[in-house]
């Protein structure tokens, strides 16, 4: 168990000193996506739609209708949120 708090710890670092204010928010909504999602249907249903809405997000909406800029960045900070909320 320590093994994952120091894993989650180094994250955390990593996030705080290298993150804008837009990779937090994706790092956000990727952590609160998988939590409401995991309580609704099996863990990795949940882990696999979350994935599905972060990537769709940037590729419909971002780069296809143009609401938004398309960055590649924002899937890696979701898919980090993603990952520290299933630790």
């Known amino acids: ?27 956000i909504a990727g952590i609160l996506i998988y939590d409401v999602l995991k309580y609704l249907i099996p863990v990795w249903s949940a882990i696999l739609i979350t994935l599905i809405i972060l990537v769709a997000k940037e590729v419909v909406l971002d780069k296809w209708i143009k609401k938004g800029v398309a960055d590649w960045h924002d899937i890696i900070w979701g898919v980090i949120g993603l990952l520290l909320g299933v630790l």
């Open 1 to 27: 168990m320590d093994f994952l708090k120091k894993i989650r710890q180094k994250i955390d670092e990593f996030c705080f000193n290298h993150m804008r204010m837009d990779g937090a928010q994706h790092l």
